[in-house]
């Protein structure tokens, strides 16, 4: 049942929809706007259209009731022409809007009169006059609303001078009232209709200056998203280009490298016996530039393809990753005689390619730095924060002064000299690179001397989401 219920909500929705999108696009011009408040008036008098028809068929019922036990068969015949002609206003396309408004006015109000006619004049005939006339104040654009005081003075003269001829009108019920009592209903049927034309446009002065306000920001708005977007597309196309750039001179700049590397190298042992010790140093120092030079061209090639994350993330054993970081450095942890070891260690739903780097590149860097005679003690924890994962990387390393905590996840910033420790000054950045692309941070705590911890956060993602 349930199930039928929410069904027949769906469709009843739908179908409001449609009809709702049906009056709007029929009724509402459409184009640049040029006043907001005319254009507020334009919409509620187009939402009126909306939903005056389904309230015409309730208000039917009455109609058809009053018919039945006065037998003035007129009233019905008013109500259904009443209504044909909203229909034919509502639905009918290529009408102007101004012209759509006065024929709805000229019917309602026609049932004003009709009302008075055939029901007396107490009640229901004049309250309805009163609201087409404030209903009039609202949609008519400037001194327009002048009209409905016109309207009523009309109607109440000539009313006036029916009771005064002595007409009862024609219907049984109507309330017989005299000539005096006339005047008084009419007098103060007009006195609210000018407090209403006077009193609504000195409220709308305020409307007037907010919807301007607001219809300007919304301009300045539009043109400030227009702006960005252009700007966005620019920033796009300029990092697709220095993306592309960087991968093709890295690639084309690969080539000389080993080149040089090579002939250098051929130079060395084919012509050992006429150099001396000191050329011996220059061919020396020449490879070691040109494998550091090869190294960074490498590493920059790998910072440029880090891209932002669009793969969908699947399931990633960080101990494994942990392991598999052992493996590929697993010369360098048993030259230096390094203790490698982790705590409990997640399985988390992320990108394992990405982590890889990230967890070889803190590891790497543990190493790198480690003191002198010091076997190195690398540890990583991690630590469920509820909504992301926090890992810690911990060394007894040489340790980093406070001051260049920030400096050290700029490209290419170094530290020490090159003959000290070797590197290109990318490994951080590129792990700062990833770590933001998922979503996390990176900081690190470290006094010299005493070690370094490195912390990253990963927040947690689910298949469903």
Known sequence: MKKEHSVDESLVERAWKKYRYHVFSTCLETGKIKDPLNYWRDYLFVTTLLFIIPLCLITLIPGIYLSYITSL????????????????????????????????????????????????????????????SVFMILVLP??????????????CLIFGWLIQEGNPFQSQYAASVDI???????????????????????????????????????????RQKDALKRSLAEVESKNEELEHFTYVASHDLQEPL????????????????????????????????ANRMRQLILDLLKYSRIQTIQDPA?????????EEAKITLAEEIETLNAEVTHGP????????????LVIQNLLGNALKYSKKDVPPKIHLSSQDQGSKWL??????????????????????????????????????????????????????ESREGLGTSFYFTIPKIYPNN
């Open 345 to 356: 260690l997640p399985k988390i739903t992320s990108h394992s390619s990405f982590l890889s």
């Open 391 to 444: 890992f810690q990387v911990t060394d007894n390393g040489i340790g980093i002064h406070p001051d260049y905590f920030q400096k050290i996840f700029v490209l290419f910033q170094r530290l020490h000299q090159k003959d000290k420790y070797q590197g290109t000054g990318m490994g951080l950045a590129i792990v700062k690179k990833i770590i933001e692309n998922l979503g996390g941070e990176v900081w690190l």
């Open 314 to 322: 699947h399931e990633v054993d960080m101990s494994v990753l942990w």
């Open 73 to 132: 068969n007129g009233l019905i015949v008013a109500d259904g022409i009443a209504i044909a002609g909203l229909l034919l206003i509502t639905h009918l396309p290529g009408i102007r809007l101004i012209i759509r408004k006065w024929l709805f006015i000229g019917i309602t109000y026609g049932i004003g009169i009709v009302l008075i006619y055939y029901l007396g004049n107490f009640g229901p005939g004049l309250l309805y006059l009163l609201a087409i």
């Open 180 to 222: 005096k009592t006339w005047v008084a209903i009419s007098a103060n049927l007009i006195f609210l209709n000018v407090v209403f034309i006077v009193l609504i446009p000195i409220l709308f002065k305020g409307l007037q200056t907010s919807l301007e306000e607001q219809y300007s920001l919304q301009k300045a708005l539009e």
């Open 258 to 289: 080993r080149m040089v590397t090579g002939f250098l190298q051929l130079i060395e042992k084919r012509y050992a016996n006429l150099i001396d010790e000191k050329g011996k140093s220059y061919i020396m120092h020449a490879v070691d530039g």
């Open 142 to 155: 400037g001194k327009s609303r002048w009209i409905s005081l016109y309207l009523n003075l009309a109607s």
